[in-house]
């Protein structure tokens, strides 16, 4: 497993990318030194290589457990608490059981839909918050929690419910505790944004039926690929570094691409870990989300001819799972009968070389990252990647990647108005 980096050098020069050499050098250095680790919450970095397998093989077994006496299951948290776990999903779920994911947004018509699927069948619940405390989870937990006990008594509820908190403190710790919960821990030097690869998201994956022993050896994988401070050899920081120069040359906006629609969710975590980890102190590129070809019908115009403000990041899967030929007919009204010996990733491929050229020949740089194919190890490797990647990226810009002060200020101004 490896992720192929190409970019735009009628853009860039590789000599722009070796004046950076030193700062990643340092970077790198910094990030893996003992006192760095101890000042700011480093513990996604080794997390690959030194995971406790008998965490996971409980994670196994809880996953194992609900699996077989829950036809549906609802996975409650919102950020980091949700997004890693339905990226996975949605670019890996097996049929059973059915998963619904709640507790991130306010929207009443949303929770109640969710309530209208699961009413007649059985499930369980996965409630993810360190504190515990966080609205929209919190709410979301009550409800499920209302229907579970009212369905099933406490005694039977209690089974169904796994609670994933801090270790130590918070109002989650304190209802687990109390009622008697399954738990699982969320470390306390990993932030939400960084948890993908913990049982914030690991338990979800699992109950869906994804092999997360796979997930972590692809993190694993990605962790020894990009310990590494040769800026030559690294994608990862190289990546970091491309984005850097074309920040510096007024490209204030990455959008990511897939082809594949599965990978939505992925790329709404990769927005998330971006913009909270660099959108401060009047800094930070905006991360946006596209998915080609179908926003080429919407977006394309914008990025060919529009402000030449953005670059674009394409994630490419060189093998997708599955594929299918362009069907003939002899009348051949369309005239599309010159397809007959394409299939569909063919012209897949087509859409993403023509557009490339068309963007680039337009002024608008490209990055492609190439994974070989969507899977568990893909899936892991890709989160390491990108993890580190915004970490180095933060460092660069000059600002703390780890730490949210404007999220906190609006929940604090929310809870002002909620006469809290």
Request: overall charge negative.
């Amino acid at each position: 497993m490896k992720i192929d980096l190409n970019f735009s050098k009628d853009i860039i020069k590789e000599e722009e990318l070796d004046s950076y050499e030193g700062d990643i050098f340092s970077i790198h250095n910094c990030l893996h030194s003992k006192d760095e680790y101890e000042r700011m919450p480093l513990g996604w970095i080794d997390l690959p290589e030194r995971y406790d397998g008998k965490e996971i093989e409980n994670i196994k077994k809880t996953a194992y457990r609900l699996r077989s006496n829950s036809q549906a299951f609802i996975s409650i948290g919102i950020g980091g608490s949700y997004l890693g776990s339905r990226a996975a999903v949605e670019m890996m779920q097996s049929d059973s059981p059915e998963i619904y994911f709640s507790g991130n947004n306010f929207s009443g018509t949303y929770i109640q839909q969710i309530v209208n699927k699961v009413k007649d069948k059985d499930f369980s619940i996965c409630v993810i918050s360190k504190s515990g405390t966080t609205l929209e989870t919190a709410i979301a937990f009550r409800v499920f929690r209302d229907m579970l006990e009212k369905r099933y008594g406490k005694a039977e509820a209690k089974d169904r419910i796994i609670a994933i908190t801090d270790k130590n403190k918070g109002a989650l710790r304190e209802i687990a505790n109390k009622e008697g919960y399954e738990t699982f821990e969320i470390p306390s030097n990993i932030g939400g944004r960084y948890s993908v690869l913990t049982p914030a998201a690991l338990l979800t994956m699992a109950v869906a039926g994804i092999n997360i022993e796979e997930v972590m050896k692809g993190a694993r994988d990605a962790y020894s690929s990009y310990n590494d401070p040769k800026l030559q050899s690294n994608n990862c920081y190289r990546y970091s570094v491309l984005r850097n120069i074309l920040y510096k040359k007024g490209k204030h906006i990455e959008t990511l691409i897939n082809y594949e629609p599965s990978m939505e969710y992925f790329g709404k975590w990769w927005q998330q870990l971006f913009g909270e980890s660099e959108g401060k102190e009047g800094k930070g590129i905006f991360p946006a989300v596209l998915q080609f070809s179908t926003d080429l019908h919407s977006m394309g115009q914008y990025l060919q001819e529009g402000s030449k403000n953005v670059f674009e990041t394409i994630i490419k899967v060189k093998n997708p799972p599955e594929d299918m030929n362009i069907p003939c007919f002899d009348d051949d009204i369309e005239r599309l009968n010159y397809l007959k010996d394409m299939t569909f990733n063919d012209i897949s491929n087509i859409a993403y070389k023509g557009a490339m050229k068309a963007h680039e020949e337009g002024g608008t740089p490209v990055i492609s990252l190439e994974i070989p194919a969507i899977e568990e190890q893909c899936f892991g490797h890709m989160v390491y990647f990108m993890e580190k990647a915004c970490a180095v990226s933060g460092y660069l810009l000059g600002v703390n990647p780890f730490d949210q002060p404007g999220v906190e200020l609006y929940k604090k101004n929310m809870h002002k108005l909620l006469d809290r």
